[in-house]
Structures are given as C-alpha cells and as structure tokens.
C-alpha cells in the first residue's frame, strides 16, 4: 500500500459519504431523462473546485434529447505539470426507476449499518463519487505527476449510452490522442476487473394481419395469432439451441456463460387508452422486441439468421403469415486483453489493497465501453469499482461504504502506475 494516498483517502471518508448522498439526492431516472442538467452542474462545480477544467456538453439530436429533457453531460480534466499519458473515469448519471418494494426513501441516501442506500447508490453513484475521491486524493499527494486525469458524468446509458459516451465519443472525447486508458466504476465488486461484456442485438419483429369486428374473427387475420406462432417456434426451437452455446469468456454470473435471449416487450391490437375495455377488432399487427446476447465465438450475422430463418419457414407454413423485422441495435462482444495497460495497473492496486489476485470477468449485459471501442477505436478500457452487481436496478439498491474507500485506493493506485510508472 501507499501510506499517503491511504491517508489522502481515509481523511476524505465523510466527504465521500455526503457526495454519495448528494449525487443520489439527483433523481435522473431514464427515461424520460430527469434532473440530468442540475446533476452535470453539481458535478461540474464540485470538480472545478479542486483545479479541474470542465465542460457541460448536450448530446443534441440525440434520442429523447429535448429542451425539457437535455442530454447533459460534464467532462473535466486536471493536468499534471508535464506532458504524459491521460486517464479517464467514466460514470454514468443515468438511474433506471425505482419499481416497488423500497423500505427506504430510494432519493434521500439513507446511511445505515454502513451502507448508503439509494436508486443509484450501487449503480454507479457510489463509483462515480469513489473516483472522485481517488483523484483528488492522487492529486493532493503527487501533484508534479505527468499527464492528464479526467473525470466524467455521462447520460443515457440505461437505455443504450447514444446521448452520453456514443455523442462524446463521436466529437473525439474517447480517442488517442487525447485519452490513453479509461475506467469505467460500474459495480463489478471492488476485487474483480471487468474486460468486457457479451454481444448484444435487439431487433423488433412485427407480424401483419386483417382487422375485422372481433365478433367475426373469421373475416379478419389475427396478427397476435401469428406471433403466438413465432413464440411458440421460439421456445421449441431456438431457446434450446441457444441453451446449448457455452463460451471460452469469463461471463459472470454462470448462467451467462450460454447465449440467451428475452422478451421485452410484446404489443398487439387496438389500445385501450380512452376506456377500461379494448376495441372489439381483430388485431392487425404485433410487434414483439427480443434482445439476445451472444458469445464471442458467435457471429452475428448467424445470430440474426437463427431468428430470421424461422420467421421464414413460418411465411411458407401459415397461410397469410406476414413479417417485418427491424434492427434497433447491435453491439459486437469486448473483451479486453489481460496484459493491456490499464488492465495490469488495477491488477496492482488490486494486489495492494486486498492481498489477492483479481477476479478478470466479462459483464452479462452491455455497458458504455461499447461506444468507446467501436467509435472511439479505443480498447484499453475496463470496468472497474465498488458495489455488488446483483443489487443494481432492485429495490432497496445499497453501495457499502467501505467498499467504497477500497475501491478509491485501488483507483488511486491505478492512477499512480499509469502516470507514475509503479505503485
């Protein structure tokens, strides 16, 4: 360990624990985007005040950016006195909503028993804040250090990143020259380094149909009928081969380590937005989106034929089956090599802190290091910070705070091998 930036820390111990509260105290649920602007401005301020530069940037155009709802995203930078390579840690502000089942206030930041609970506190306020801590710990104890550290709080990553690190990765904010490693504090727990994450495409299939009156069925074709068809295709077929899929990738947790695909959502026939009672018609489209996550040893091109070839057996099977299929996101699988820069520094701090070798995993769902690999042709990124991964998005959502504390040592020592050269 290293005695001073130790100590940087533990005397930052309570201003940790407040800009935890206070970040969670910002309810940015996605969608529809909340509180985005203030949350960025309060991030800005707090960093400004310790020496960094910053911008406020809006994702504009982006999905769901609006005057009402801005896309609003913070970037500082600290530089050292002399030129070298430049860190960044990444966080996403972005909290999904809060659903049921809460004990607590999930936007007060109740302390209790030593954690500090919250939507958000977990994933990924309480790796933002830890971060901060380890930078301005790092700053205060080496500040002749070569190089650059810079720190920010994104948008939109809950629902895909396209308005936080996609827009700055597109203005050059995540590429060579000006970055060299990135860190991303999402909630991996505080002894493993995440590599990467498995292969995503979500894709929306429509079937047609003939609307009729629903007490003639027979005049009509029923569009939710022939997705009923898909779906029992699905589950006959595809869900079995897809259980039969076993990747060589560190996936945590077990379960997915085989290809899967869900469900999200199913729409079919007339609304029911002006009465309790639907419209007697028979249904004249369905639409259902699947998301399926594939392996690094899939191809997604064989990924999109195994749903379309089945769709097209059914075209020639049921009469008057019709089908439109659209793209709405593919991201390849990442995974970052064990001996890349950042990778062996967190290693190190890791070694340091805990007196063990860490845990190298792949993440089940995606996260901003997408954007940062294919837009800004950067792969020397992780994920990386304090919180359990299964606590994100459930009720009574917590980050232990000494957990916390670790995690901003280890960060710090990342941060010392990197622009420093050794721990």
Known sequence: MDDKLSRAIAKRHDDLVTLTQEL???????????????????LAKRL???????????????????????RTNVVARFDGRTHGKTVHFNSHIDVVDTGDGWTVDPFEGIVRDGKIYGRG?????????????????????????PGAIEISGTVDEESGGFGGVAYLASKGFFSKPRVDHVIIPEPLNKDRIC???????WAEIETKGEIAHGSMPFLGDCAIRHMGAVLDAFE???YPALDRKVTSMPVVPEGARRSTMNINSIHGGQTDDYSELPSPNVSDSCRLTIDRRFLLEEDIAEVKREVISILDRLRWERPKFHYNIRDIMEVQPLMTERHAPVVTAVAEGIRSVFGKEPEYVISPGTYDQKHIARIGLLHDCIAYGPGILDLAHRPDEYVGIEDMIESANVMALGLKVLLLGSI
């Open 195 to 201: 590599l990467g994450h498995r292969g995503v495409w």
């Open 48 to 70: 400004q005040s310790v020496g960094f530069e910053t911008q406020l940037i809006r994702g504009e155009g982006t999905p769901g950016d609006t005057d009402r709802y801005p």
């Open 121 to 145: 506190a977990c994933d990924m306020k309480g790796g933002l804040a830890a971060s901060m801590i380890a930078a301005e710990a790092f700053i205060e104890v080496y500040p002749d250090f």
């Open 24 to 42: 969670i105290r910002f309810p940015t649920i996605n969608p529809p985007g909340e509180a985005y602007a203030p949350c960025a401005e309060y």
């Open 236 to 238: 006959e077929e595809l």
